[in-house]
């Protein structure tokens, strides 16, 4: 089985505060993926809490300015840099410019879960508690 996926056919998925996922490749529409993509879109000044997964990340920013926090470090990150994050690191992104900011992720797992590093709290990503967009 293969997949075409049009972000404009897929249901987003609001974290909150300006902050939207767009899933693509991932347990919900694919019975083999090895895989988990999708991409999120931040509004100006908004992020995510420190996080960390079970399964390896990258991520490769398509738009605007970001801020990436990875393992205590902060780097700034425009279009067409990328990341690549351990299983258990802790990291986030935030939007550091005027503009949106939108970042392809890909994780390197098909059961893939997030553990917010200031309350130790795992859940299943995407899921229903897989909220928490923040304004910065």
Known sequence: MSLLINPDRVTPFDRGNGV????Y???????????TTGQTIFAPGTG?????????ESVLILEGEAIAEIDGERFDLVAG??????????????NRGEGPLRIYWVYG???????????????EH?????RGGLTT
């Open 48 to 56: 995510l809490p420190v996080h960390s997964h079970n399964v390896e």
């Open 25 to 35: 490749v991932g347990r919900w529409n694919a019975d083999d993926n090895l895989i």
């Open 126 to 130: 995407l899921s229903e508690s897989d």
């Open 20 to 23: 939207v996922t767009i899933p």
């Open 81 to 94: 840099e990328a990341t690549w994050v351990p299983a258990g690191i802790p990291h986030r992104f935030l």
């Open 109 to 123: 797992g098909r059961d893939v879960t997030r553990t917010i590093t200031a309350t130790g709290e795992t859940f």
